[in-house]
């Protein structure tokens, strides 16, 4: 089985890399995305070369573009981690300014607003079972493994983890 973490960075996707690592799984978090974009290119699976992962975060092309990986692995399930938009905002500029990179505001509030209308509107119908909301803030990982009991996971911990 494949898990997808489909939020934006900033948005506990590194909290939700370690939950599935402490639970045992193979994990890739902000790796790999030229190579699954190089799969992508040359019609070859998404996941070629990751065969024996189970959990993937922080990967723009998985975030931007899940419905490729929603048709390609009919039985992934995917987790929308997010944060309400003002904290998330206010993370993000506190990462982007340690890095001196350009900060727009206004461009990432219509792209957060953006890829939450995306997600509800493409899971809804049968496909709403596939997705996990979770409010990084407020959710436990007691919601992810009712989430996900084939994965029967054991650890419930979810630790906090923000390296900026």
């Not at 909290?15 to 193979?26: D, P, Q, V």
């Not at 993937?56 to 419905?67: N, T």
């Not at 436990?140 to 900026?164: C, N, R, Y």
Request: one cysteine or more.
């Amino acid at each position: 089985m494949k898990v997808f973490a489909i939020g934006f960075n900033r948005c506990g996707t590194q909290s939700l890399f370690k939950f599935f690592a402490n639970n045992g799984f193979k994990a890739l978090h902000c790796r790999g995305s030229g190579k699954i974009v190089d799969n992508h290119i040359n019609s070859k699976p998404l996941l070629q070369g990751y065969e024996d992962y189970t959990f993937f975060s922080d990967i723009d092309f998985l975030s931007r573009h899940f419905e490729l990986f929603a048709v390609q692995y009919p039985e992934a399930k995917f987790i929308y981690n997010y944060r309400e938009v003002e904290g998330w905002i206010r993370s993000r500029k506190k990462l982007w300014t340690a890095n001196n990179w350009v900060i727009d505001e206004p461009y990432w509030r219509a792209e957060w607003k953006y890829h939450h209308t995306m997600l509800k509107e493409y899971f809804c119908g049968g496909r709403e079972k596939r997705l996990l909301e979770f409010d990084i803030e407020k959710a436990q990982g007691e919601s992810i493994a009712k989430f996900l009991p084939e994965l029967a996971i054991t650890k419930m911990h979810f630790p906090k983890v923000d390296w900026l």
